[in-house]
């Protein structure tokens, strides 16, 4: 055994009792994703949860929608959808956003704030009466246009930050969207990536190289034509770099069986049904492996 790879081993070990020591609940030390549908989904860690684009009401006969059942779980802020802490909205088009929807949540769960492009919250102050006001005082508008920098902004137990990347379609279609890709960091711990429904072209990215290139994510969720995209593809491994992908947005006519798909989806893991989960590592022991390598 080499030196090395001793000091490796023992820093491992050292890692593992540190855990131990400070959190013997493993539920503190590694984050859950669970999917709920089309680009929909909640992110755990320890106490803290958040969800992208949970509530929507088309379809458009493509895409999966929320079962009646967990729709309902979420209103009545019941298990595993209790105690969330915010919500995260990528664009007003009504297989992300129902602003109906989401103004019912915010009024039955009152500890809930969400964050969202500024034509989602106008369009969230079209559906309020007078007597929402205070729901308001919750919400969070970014106003971004293409090419300004990325934000950055803080809750308790969250850094998030927001950058506009066009939705598919650019340059020639859906120019007026403010697709937000969010970048949120839990308990100082676990990153992940929700992107929208971004347009999969490298000059959307290269020009923040920098904003990418400063944060570890752990896990990404690109809408599946990054897959499919070999710019796409590009984006993921050269500026993205995630511990893992996962695809959302995908289709019902895609088969929930890898090796059933079309050859461009095969090898690549996606979201089909709602509820499936997925671990996120936890990063501690990842940084660990990172200063060994070096
Ligand atoms: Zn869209």
């Known amino acids: 055994m080499t030196q090395r790879l001793f000091l490796c081993l023992a820093l491992l070990l050292f890692a593992n009792a540190l855990v131990f020591a400070k959190a013997p609940d493993s539920s503190s030390t590694s984050a859950t994703v669970q999917y709920m549908a089309n680009e929909g989904l909640m ?7 958040v969800l992208f684009d949970p509530l929507f009401r088309s379809s458009y006969g493509q895409y999966q929608l929320l079962p009646r059942a967990m729709k ?19 664009h ?5 956003f129902s602003p109906e929807d989401i103004l019912r949540l915010l009024k039955e769960q009152p500890g809930i704030h969400l ?15 007078a007597q929402d006001e ?14 300004d920098a990325p934000v950055t902004l803080e809750m308790e137990g969250l850094i998030i930050e927001a950058v506009r990347i066009p939705h598919s379609g650019w340059p020639t279609g859906r120019l007026d969207v403010e697709n937000i890709s969010w970048r949120v960091t839990l308990n100082e711990n676990t990153t992940v990536l929700h992107m929208g429904d971004a347009d999969p072209n490298d000059v959307h990215f ?30 993921l ?28 989806l095969r090898g690549y893991d996606l979201f089909t049904e709602p509820g499936e989960k997925r671990e996120i590592p936890a990063s501690a022991l990842l940084g660990v492996e990172e200063t060994v390598e070096k």
């Open 92 to 96: 007003y088009h009504g297989d992300h």
């Open 237 to 264: 491994q050269n500026r993205i770099k995630p511990d893992h992908s996962v695809g959302v947005h995908v289709p019902t006519s895609v088969s929930k069986i890898p090796n059933l798909r079309a050859v461009e």
């Open 115 to 129: 964050y969202a492009p500024i034509q989602a919250v106008n369009g969230l102050r079209k559906v309020a009466s």
């Open 134 to 147: 205070t729901i308001f005082e919750r919400v969070t508008a970014v106003e971004l246009a293409y090419k």
């Open 206 to 235: 290269e020009r923040d190289a920098a904003y990418w290139a400063k944060r570890h994510t752990h896990l990404a969720f690109p809408p599946y034509w990054f897959f499919s995209s070999t710019a796409g593809n590009g984006i």
């Open 72 to 90: 309902e779980t979420l209103f009545a802020g019941a298990p595993p959808f209790d105690g969330i802490d915010a919500v995260f909205v990528s």
């Open 43 to 49: 992110v755990v860690h320890g106490q803290t949860k």
